[in-house]
């Protein structure tokens, strides 16, 4: 059996592939921020932290905490299945359903 985190599709995860963990953080958020239609300045209001510290995690400059993947999933509202693709992208096991 396949680990959720090693499929490239199926339920909970919607049409689009698992990002492989070579692939960027970074990539993933903006994308997911670029869909809310935010900008890093007001992703960064929301999250609580400084712009800057956006940018720099977008550009692959810095990776976030696992504490940080949970703020910034939360200041973009995401539902269940893109939250846990996003902790997947930084690395980390996604989620249980009492995290």
Do not use: C
């Not at 909970?12 to 698992?18: E, M, Q, T, V």
């Amino acid at each position: 059996m396949t680990p959720a985190w090693g499929r490239t599709s199926g339920p909970g995860f919607g049409n689009r592939p698992i990002r492989d963990a070579a692939e960027p953080f970074g990539a993933e958020l903006r994308a997911m921020r670029e869909a809310r239609r935010f900008s890093q300045a007001e992703l960064a209001r929301r999250a609580g932290v400084d712009h800057s510290f956006i940018s720099r995690l977008e550009s692959g400059s810095r990776k976030p905490s696992r504490k940080m993947v949970a703020l910034l999933a939360e200041a973009l509202e995401l539902e269940r299945a893109l939250r846990q693709r996003l902790f997947v992208a930084a690395g980390y096991y996604p989620p249980t359903e009492t995290e």
